[in-house]
Structures are given as C-alpha cells and as structure tokens.
C-alpha cells in the first residue's frame, strides 16, 4: 500500500489553470477527499496521481518514489469512474478477472483471486449472470471488483456514487467505507457532496478555482473554517454569515456587530474594517428576551430537529433546534449565539482571522 | 383552488397493481406530500388525478364533482414533471406565458405580462426573461417550469419530484420557496417525492404508500413520532430507524418482535455493552456506528465524543417503537 505526496502540482490546459499550486499528503492506508465545485481541479488533480494527465510542473510520490512524469501503466494505481464501465458481452466473473488475464496470471491464481473479491463484495451468487440485468448497486460493486482485484498501490475513485438515487446512494457510501476498513488500501476520492466527504473520508482537501482552500479532519474542517467558502460548502445549511463594519484587538473576547456586544472566541491579531460573523446554525440558540432580535420566516421540520429561518436587520440567519421548541413564524424572537464556535472572516480576502478556536488549523500566518 | 378527493382508487397496468383501494382526501388549501420508494404507486395517483390515466374503478373529486369523464384540460389542474420540458426556441417570457395564452383561457396581454412578472420575481428569474430557454443552467430551467404552473390558478398544483435533478443548496432554497408561494397562494398542491426531508419540511400532510395502498396520512410530525408500521417508521429520520430483534432488551410487551429505536430512543452510559465499530463525524452531528451483540446499529453522539473504534459504550432503549412479526405497531 501506498504514502502519496504531492508537491507544488500544477496543471495548465492552454491558457486556463485548472491546478495552481497543490501540496498535501495522503498517509498510508487513508481514505482521502478531494472535495468541491464543479471546475474547482479536484477530478485533474486525481488525473494527475493517476497517470492520466501529467502535471504542466510539480511532484508526485508515490511511496517515496517521483512518479509525476510516469505514464498511468507505471503507477500501479486502480480507477473507479463515475460511469462504471462494464465490459457488456462478459459475465461478472471474466470482468473481475479481465485484469488479471490479460496480466497472464496463471488460471488456478486468477479464480482464488476472483473468489476471494467476490467474497469481500458479496457477490459470490451473481458470478456467472451477465452484466447487463445487473442492478445499479450490483454494477458499481463489479466495477469495484475490477479494481480491488488487482491488488493495487491506491484506489483513484471519481464519484463512484454520483449515478445513484439518494437512499442508495447512502447505503453504498457505508459499504465502500467499510470495505476500506477490511482492506485498509490508500484510496483517494473525488466527489462534489460535502456529506460524503465528512462521511467517508480520514482527510479532506476543499479545492476551489484550482486552489486549496483547506486540508484536514472533517471536523476540523467543520468547526474551524479557514476561509468563507470552506464554511459556506460545508455543512447543510451552511454556516450563517453576518456583515459589519468594525475593529478587534489581539486579545479581545467580544466584539460588537451593530451596537450588539457578542462574545468570540479570543482573538490572536487584530483586525479594522469590513468583517462577517460566521456562525454555525446549531449554534444560534432562540430566547425570549435576549437584546438581538429577528423576525422567523420558515420552520422546516426534520424529527428530532427542526430548521427556524430568521431575519435580522443583518441578514437572514438559520437555526438548528429541538423541534419541541415552538418558533412561528411571523413572530419576533431574541437570538443568542454559541461565542466558543464563532469565526470572524475578513470580508474582502474571505480568510477566517486567528483566534483560539482556529490557530492550530489554519496554515496561513 | 379546492379540494381533492380519492375515493377507493384502483389502477392496475397488466398484472400490476399500481395503486389498491386508495382513498386519499387533500383539503383546500393542503400542501400533501406522497412519499414511497419507487414503485409505490406516487406518479400513479398523479397522473390519475390530472386524468392522464383513468383509474379502474373508484372515483376522484375535486371541488366536489366527479371528474373521471371530463379531459385534462377541463380539470383545471397544473402539472410540474421531474424532466422540466420548456420550449427551446421560446424565451423565458414567453415560456411562462403559454399556458395563459391558452384559447381556453384567453387573457388579456395586460394580465399575462403582470402574471409573468409576478411569478419571476417569486422564483428570482426576472433578470432572465428575455433569454432563450436553452440557455439557462439546470436550477433555472427548472424553476421557470415551476413558474409556468403558477401563473395559473388551477384547482390544484400536481408536482412530480421538480427538486430532484437540482444541487442541494438551490433544493434547499426551492423547498422554502415553494412552501412560502403556496402559502401565500393559499394554494392546494400535492407534491410527489422519495426525499424524506422534502417530505417532512413542506408537507402539511404527508400521505404514505407501501405497493400500492396508502398505509399512513397525517402531519409530518405524526408520521414520524407515531408510525402505524415498521414500514412507515423507516421512512422517516436520519440516521434510520434501527430495527432489532426485540428480545435483545427486556421490556418488551407480548407480541413484539421488533423494537424501533431511533437514535433519540437509545440512552447511552447505562444498559447492554455495544463496541464502537466506527465514528463519523458529519459536522453538526456525529453518529455512532454500534455492534450489540452481532447486530448493527447507527445512533447519535455528542459531536466532539472521544470515543473511538473498539471502545465499549452501554445502551439501553428509551421509549421505544415496538413492532409485532408483520411490522404492524404494538401500542
């Protein structure tokens, strides 16, 4: 299995920089995200650690070993695309072991091998069907047969669950993970769904325009946003943003948005000019009495948790609570906010200011 | 506007039965969602309704008077499909026109343009009525067929999952939309989806079909709380339900067999031993992935837990759902 490193990678197609500078690192063994928009570089850059397109400059290695320039046969790299390519004229067994034929493994090693995938899938019983009747769950597990069955360095996969309706989607996102914690292989995976990303992966990488915005934990990436776009992508809803015009001192522990003082996290540089309040909807708690006021607009009721839509003379605000706590809408409420989770941004640059919250997160200085 | 009334409904298309005895009444006014997983006979009631396809037997009302002889365009309804069709060489305009340009309705082009210019500035689309249908994103096409529902005034608004094919922020916000607009509208609409969140933010009812039949009707809030099945149960919160054998705690009343337990139904500290098999981290909420005793099971944890894979937390059920051996609910 496999360490991956990348280095400064960039990649130009023409005049468009679909990459800019790239540098990470994928720890044997994890199951890594590259997470964003659509056009953000995350699919070039899986390309790229793949062998399908080289880099325009930059490194890569693999296990120690610079591979940037090596054509894909030389990598030792299985692909699962989003559209699983199934070979349509073979039954599942001769597409699990089209790989390894056309190797020239020997034939008693190609059916242990096919056996022992198709035992980790669960689809021992369906071996001898053609793909074509195959279910979409049953498809992608072949597809991922193909790949496991070649025991490879790393697993490259393009949203592998992209094609697949919502509840389904759920239940393969749970499968693959747990056949990564079976098989423990570095899998490196591309989607543009947040959810599966905090859901599946170890690391994430949040990409935008060609550029890292941010690597790390899932929930530090949550808790700790290092600039206003990681924090708007992350999380449904997404966090709150309230614009104001002001200053904080190093070292301060409140600041105040429009004549309302509101307790942060304390602050490690200064700042004066235009900012936002960033807080997290689970994180905005409504009272009767407290001094900042908004109107509700929507209650979206979710079970256990409902979502109050408010307006405030700074904007709309969402909040997560308990669904017995009635909100109606039309009414005026007070609302209070969780001071130990809130990030102020610089509103011009999008960055998250250093506080005590972020400081062991952020890589900016 | 008014109301609808399904009165045992059967449809069957060759030896399948689409839809069983279904008996279904949306009050004016209602925003009723259908929920059900594929096949569940969603699309059926709708195209029943909207005299697409004529049921076999039973009746539907709308605003009280039979309609099952009269054609789709005498039953003043509006249909919204999943796959938005909008006329590729016609602008955003003068696609949100058509309907009122209607020879049945004949309105005045006064009236249609401010109807047009309502309905845009409630989907945010008015910057975009002067361009071709063709160029617009996904979001926005389908919101201009949305649009082109709602310049009419229908008896009611029949809608075919219109969210599913947009991203999760605009589905978001579209959900609020719509909810918002048929509010205001005082609108009766009956909205067809498998997206259990869909169906639990908008709905006023929440009508629920298993094969064919309509198990359960009722708020969003009872469905969930007081499902009628095992069934109804699953359909509803995230993480789903668990189910396990309901011999695994002791307290089971006499005929159970499954015990439901959602996560705010499992106390942790005290109980049975389960091992942590795994830990995820979702953001503003973390779930648990438990092992007790061979079985899985999926509930929620304090967000920043230091638990871990391999620890030992114990559970014990809290007011739990229980289900006899045909799913039915014990009370």
Redesign the interface.
Known sequence: MAEIVIRNLRKEFGDFTAVQSSSFKIEDGEFFMLLGPSGCGKTTTLRMIAGLELPTSGEIYIDGEEVGQKPASERDIAFVFQMFALYPHMNVRRNISYPLVSQGMAKAQVAAKVAEVSRILGIEDILDRPVGGLSGGDRQRVALGRAIVRDPKAFMMDEPLGAL???FRERMAEEL??LH?RMGATTVYVTH?Q?EA??MGDKIVVMNHGVIEQFG???DI??KPATMFVADF?????MNFLQFHGSVEAGARQVTLHHHEFEIPQMREPFDGDMVFGV???HVRLTDDAPYRAEV??T?????TQ?V?LRTRDGDIKA?TP?DQTARVGETVGLEFNGATVSLFDNQSGRALRSDLNEGVLSHG | MGDVALREVTKTFGKTVALSAVSLDIPDGAFVVLLGPTGAGKTTTLRLISGLDRPDSGDIRIAGRSVLDETPAQRNVAMVFQQYSLYPHLTVRDNLAFPLRSPILKTPEDAVARKVKEVAEVLHISHKLDNKATALSGGEMQRVSIGRALVRRPEIYLMDEPLSSLDAKLRADLRIELKRIQADLGATLLYVTHDQIEAMTMATHVGVLDEGRLVQFGPPREIYENPVSLYVAGRLGLPRINALPATLFAGAPSGAATIGLRPEHIQQGEGSPSRVVRVEHLGDQTRLHLDLEGHDLITLTDVHTDLEPGDTVAIQPRNPLYFDASGARIV
């Open positions: 309706d919502a509840e993970r747990a914690d769904d959810l905090m859901q934990a899932p929930q949550y808790d992350i999380g449904s809803p997404s997290r909807p689970e607009l929507a979206e009721y979710l079970g256990t979502i839509t997560r669904s």
